[in-house]
């Protein structure tokens, strides 16, 4: 197995390890990176069956979960204290890892999978794959616009060149299928083995107000009533994809989740 990581700020600081969304990569962390680099150290993989780094053994959530782990503790040590962010299906990974893993100081959720509650879709996702075989890349870019806007982001002004590329080249290098794993549930008894793992952890938790993949309020609720969250905020106007589309806001709200 072969993870790829990408590393910023200061070696000596706790690390900080942000788990990017299904269909993702590292680049989901594009507009965050910078701004917790000037505080910590900021480690950034592509999940296994994502990007650059290898596909799991399994074509399983436990198979990764379990190469991601084996993979943070080979790069910080398996005693050093940790604190993980986790985007979408990142977010259910994070919880996973802190489940099984001690010294996890601080879990932050934004935009998290695996709550098991109702989505609230906006339209039918369009197929890219017809448009890849063929090599139309205006299809393509067009696909990819209709599917960014319909599940990961609110406004269409959102929607740049670098969002497209992001998106665009996150999409053809997924190997893992995460879509039926994000669906099942698993988010709350995951959080609640973590909670045991690791009794003095710090959960936040952010969704975007218009986020499809659930109704932020209701997920709030169900989180606090499995225990309390030490931060939690709906970021207003925002869609799925959060920490991209309100950067400034997400960026003031990790600073501060993590400590």
Same mark, same amino acid.
């Given at each position: 197995?072969?993870?790829?990581?990408?590393?910023?700020?200061?070696?000596?600081?706790?690390?900080?390890?942000?788990?990017?969304?299904? &269909?993702?990569?590292?680049?989901?962390?594009?507009?965050?990176?910078?701004?917790?680099?000037? +505080?910590?150290?900021?480690?950034?993989?592509?999940?296994?069956?994502?990007?650059?780094?290898?596909?799991?053994?399994?074509?399983?959530?436990?198979?990764?979960?379990?190469?991601?782990?084996?993979?943070?503790?080979?790069?910080?040590?398996?005693?050093?204290?940790?604190?993980?962010?986790?985007?979408?299906?990142?977010?259910?990974?994070?919880?996973?890892?802190?489940?099984?893993?001690?010294?996890?100081? &601080?879990?932050?959720?934004?935009?998290?999978?695996?709550?098991?509650?109702?989505?609230?879709?906006?339209?039918?996702?369009?197929?890219?794959?017809?448009?890849?075989? *063929?090599?139309?890349?205006?299809?393509?870019?067009?696909?990819?616009? +209709?599917?960014?806007?319909?599940?990961?982001?609110?406004?269409?002004?959102?929607?740049?060149?670098?969002?497209?590329?992001?998106?665009?080249?996150?999409?053809?290098?997924?190997?893992?299928?995460?879509?039926?794993?994000?669906?099942?549930?698993?988010?709350?008894?995951?959080?609640?083995?973590?909670?045991?793992?690791?009794?003095?952890?710090?959960?936040?938790? *952010?969704?975007?107000?218009?986020?499809?993949?659930?109704?932020?309020?209701?997920?709030?609720?169900?989180?606090?009533?499995?225990? *309390?969250?030490?931060?939690?905020?709906?970021?207003?106007?925002?869609? +799925?994809?959060?920490?991209?589309?309100?950067?400034?806001?997400?960026?003031?709200?990790?600073?501060?989740?993590?400590?």
């Amino acid at each position: 197995m072969s993870i790829a990581w990408h590393e910023w700020g200061s070696p000596q600081a706790t690390p900080v390890v942000l788990l990017h969304g299904g &269909h993702g990569s590292h680049a989901h962390w594009v507009r965050n990176v910078d701004a917790l680099a000037k +505080h910590d150290r900021v480690l950034v993989p592509d999940l296994p069956g994502y990007g650059a780094s290898s596909t799991p053994p399994e074509p399983t959530m436990a198979s990764l979960v379990a190469t991601m782990r084996m993979a943070l503790d080979e790069r910080i040590g398996a005693q050093t204290s940790v604190r993980l962010v986790g985007f979408s299906f990142g977010g259910l990974v994070a919880a996973k890892m802190a489940a099984q893993r001690p010294n996890v100081t &601080h879990l932050a959720l934004l935009g998290a999978a695996g709550h098991g509650t109702t989505r609230r879709p906006k339209g039918k996702l369009l197929n890219w794959k017809d448009a890849q075989e *063929a090599n139309d890349d205006v299809a393509l870019r067009s696909v990819m616009r +209709h599917n960014l806007l319909l599940h990961m982001l609110a406004h269409d002004a959102a929607i740049n060149d670098e969002a497209l590329d992001i998106h665009t080249n996150a999409c053809l290098q997924t190997r893992f299928h995460s879509k039926k794993i994000s669906h099942a549930g698993g988010l709350i008894d995951a959080l609640a083995m973590a909670r045991q793992a690791n009794p003095d952890m710090a959960l936040s938790a *952010a969704w975007g107000e218009h986020d499809v993949t659930c109704t932020p309020a209701s997920v709030l609720e169900l989180l606090e009533s499995h225990g *309390a969250l030490s931060q939690s905020q709906i970021v207003q106007g925002a869609g +799925h994809w959060v920490q991209y589309e309100a950067a400034d806001l997400m960026n003031s709200f990790l600073l501060k989740a993590l400590r």
